[in-house]
């Protein structure tokens, strides 16, 4: 079916676009995970699998992209030219659709085999403004076999075989010659394109050209996709599955981006970690592996107004060029939609990036990213280090970084393979499984030691060596081996090491008990040494043991951790495992190894005033706490003692006579205040908050009254009276003599007059 049938949805144009875009941002990476010049560094700075990359970008072109996809494919092809890349990278592009007429060609090239230094940006960001979208009369196929022909011959010709050569065919259709002539009459097209796509990718697996495919959109057959991706070389930067070219597919723009980058990471053995992606102002965190000796953190802008700062787990605001401590920085592409900040040897941990924009810049999210390579080390042992023939022994291989610490993330080695053997004098080898799931022999899943068991066999006589070596995506292998010595019988001095009892901080000392058995009659010296970790992290002490004739006894071994300036800053991110190997040798017999065990040492920062005295703190607050509430309980009983609410007035006549009763309610500052209405003529009490008298209770009983303003104050008894003018006085009903008030709804007067306050 032709593709200009196939297509039209909008949605295929803007996943065409996003395609390229981080196509390009990958592209860029690529050559930017080439190691920096820069001074000569010990083996921490190690550099990645290869050095530079060969790569091709087909694109399909067909009449379906709108013009807003060719200026996409223009940007992205143009910010390849913006980074600072490795001067060995090269890079071509070109677009393909098909010839449907004799006067039409299937390839549009658009950039040549272009050399990645500044003058090759440069010219890639010029030559991609060739690219155009087919018209419906310029061939709207999709010829596949033509556009791996171009990509074969791009990087196969007058190119160094050993630099990995690499073909990323984008497509948003299937494989349709039916319009060209050039595959014969129309009945048989169909089926000629097919033969010849067959040949075509034999060429490409012959001349070491990885394909892989990413369709977008609901068109891609993925069937045919897979078939050429399997097509092309197989053989990846690394012998795992996950180094094989693979086809993918996404169904829309969403998508595109970080499938784009897994396939990236895959195809040049880079690791990749996703991180967030939001609207500017805002801080995107990223995290980079223990294990990265070079990475690349990706920030997709949106747009180039955009700015973009990088802070490292150690609170440092980073340059964006040249060497900051230990660690060497590049950045490429800061004045385009995307950017990368290479770094060489980075700090391990969580980065910060800022991005921020200014006003009317801020409505596309900016996403953060990272590929990186890296490092891994391990080391193994064999338990016992001195088996006797037929004796079953355990091999344990641990991984840590390059610095001596343990891995704590198990996402960082994902995808190892871990491959060993023991070999010896008198058996052939005998290869060896070594898991880390928890099972048989291993004691705990998936915290970076894989184990397995071995018999050696009854014919073993003499030396004995067991190897491992670990092989993973975007890290370089690492070999390690250990030799031993068949026991010809019992030994005369038997060991075991327990295991390390708690925690550390920096300077400080945990120890292990080291149980002894010596059956013969002569003292043995016992050598004490500790390999596979950084100098300065950790010691072992005593150096000698010398253990008596016939004795079985038990020595404290004492392992002394480095001081904080040791771990560069590294424990503040929190706890720190410390890997380390542990070997015992009988110095009289021969030097014959006896314990040879991984250890593992927990290494927490120094605990501060508060972590330390924390308990004072505690009993200080909760004598406050307590001092408070009784403060406030002793201020409630104090103001419920004097709340007016609830006393019972009577109005007296100068005889003595009850004029009226009025129930005080809730006062002002507990005084209740009122007045005397018609004092002539019908007297009563009213509430009034400026009254010439106010109440309150007594804590000691009955009443105080306030009068003339405050000035006079006058004690109320439960069975006396004060006088108000000339003829009329106060007095207290039975009802009102208790220590405090109830809890009841405001008392209404009972009786004399009106009285308008409830």
């Not at 405050?710 to 003599?737: C, M, P, Q």
């Amino acid at each position: 079916m032709r593709n200009d049938r196939r297509r039209g949805p909008a949605g295929r144009g803007r996943a065409g676009r996003a395609a390229l875009a981080v196509l390009a941002g990958a592209a860029l990476l690529t050559s930017l995970t080439a190691p920096a010049a820069a001074d000569p560094e010990p083996a921490a700075a190690a550099a990645p699998a290869f050095a530079s990359v060969n790569y091709a970008v087909a694109v399909d072109q067909s009449a379906s992209l709108a013009p807003a996809d060719i200026k996409a494919e223009k940007a992205a092809a143009a910010r390849i030219a913006l980074g600072d890349v490795s001067a060995t990278s090269h890079i071509s592009v070109f677009g393909f659709a098909a010839a449907e007429s004799a006067d039409q060609r299937a390839v549009d090239p658009v950039c040549p085999r272009t050399r990645l230094d500044a003058a090759g940006r440069e010219s890639v960001g010029g030559c991609v403004e060739k690219l155009r979208s087919r018209e419906k009369d310029e061939g709207t196929g999709t010829d596949f076999p033509s556009a791996i022909r171009q990509g074969v011959h791009e990087l196969s010709s007058g190119t160094d075989p050993s630099v990995p050569r690499v073909l990323f065919l984008l497509t948003d259709g299937e494989m349709d010659v039916t319009g060209s002539p050039q595959y014969g009459d129309p009945a048989h097209r169909e089926a000629e394109g097919k033969r010849q796509l067959e040949l075509e990718l034999k060429n490409a697996a012959a001349k070491n050209v990885q394909i892989w495919p990413l369709g977008f959109g609901p068109d891609p057959d993925k069937e045919q996709l897979d078939r050429i991706a399997a097509g092309g070389f197989q053989k990846g930067c690394v012998d795992l599955p996950s180094a094989r070219p693979t086809a993918r597919k996404v169904s829309g723009a969403k998508d595109v981006g970080p499938v784009l980058e897994k396939i990236f990471a895959a195809a040049h053995c880079l690791r990749y970690e996703a991180g967030p992606s939001k609207r500017p102002p805002a801080t995107l965190p990223i995290t980079i592996s223990p294990l990265a000796t070079v990475g690349s953190i990706v920030v997709d802008k949106g747009t180039p107004e955009v700015t973009v700062t990088y802070t490292d787990p150690l609170g440092n605001k980073v340059p964006t060029t040249g060497k900051f401590k230990d660690s060497t920085f590049e950045l490429a592409g800061g004045g385009g939609t995307v950017e990368a900040l290479k770094i060489v040897d980075p700090v391990p941990g969580r980065w910060k990036v800022d991005v921020k924009a200014p006003e009317g810049h801020r409505s596309l999210p900016v996403g953060v990213s990272v590929l990186w390579q890296g490092e891994l080390r391990g080391s193994i042992t064999m338990d016992p280090p001195s088996p006797q023939a037929g004796q079953k022994a355990t091999v344990t291989m641990r991984l840590q970084t390059r610095e001596g610490y343990e891995i704590k993330d198990p996402a960082d080695y994902a995808g190892l393979k871990v491959s060993s053997s023991l070999t010896g004098d008198g058996f052939a080898p005998l290869p060896l499984r070594l898991t880390d799931d928890g099972k048989g022999a291993d004691p705990t899943r998936s915290d970076g030691s894989f184990s397995g068991t071995v018999t050696v066999p009854k014919s073993a006589d003499g030396a004995l060596k067991v190897s491992g070596t670990l092989t993973a995506s975007g890290l370089s292998a690492d070999t390690r081996s250990e030799g031993g010595q068949v026991a010809p019988g019992a030994l005369p001095v038997t060991t075991a090491l327990g295991p390390v009892r708690g925690d550390g901080h920096p300077g400080g000392t945990v120890t292990a008990n080291l149980s002894v058995t010596n059956t013969t009659d002569a003292p043995h010296t016992l050598k004490l040494s500790l390999a596979d970790v950084r100098a300065g992290l950790l010691t072992v002490s005593p150096a000698e043991i010398v253990v008596k004739p016939g004795a079985s006894s038990t020595h404290e071994i004492k392992l002394r951790i480095g001081p904080e300036e040791s771990f560069d800053g590294r424990l503040d991110d929190g706890a720190l495992g410390i890997g380390g190997t542990v070997t015992v040798q009988d110095a009289t017999d021969g030097d014959r190894t006896l314990v040879r065990t991984p250890l593992s040492v927990q290494v927490t920062p120094e605990p501060g005033l508060l972590d330390r005295y924390w308990w004072v703190l505690v009993g200080a607050v909760a004598l406050i706490v307590v001092g408070v509430l009784v403060a406030l309980a002793w201020l409630r009983q104090r103001r419920a003692r004097r709340d007016p609410r609830g006393l019972t007035l009577h109005l007296l006549s100068e005889d003595g006579d009850v004029l009226g009763v009025h129930t005080a309610g809730p006062g002002h500052k507990q005084w209740y205040a009122f007045d005397i209405a018609e004092a002539h003529s019908n007297p009563r009490i009213e509430r009034r908050t400026s009254g010439r008298y106010a109440v309150q209770r007594s804590p000691e009983g009955g009443a105080v009254l306030r009068k003339n303003g405050g000035r006079t104050r006058e004690r109320l008894t439960a069975t006396g009276r004060v006088g108000l003018t000339d003829r009329l006085s106060l007095a207290l009903g039975e009802d009102s003599v208790r220590a405090t008030a109830p809890d009841r709804p405001d008392p209404v007067t009972t009786t004399g007059g009106s009285d308008d306050y409830l």
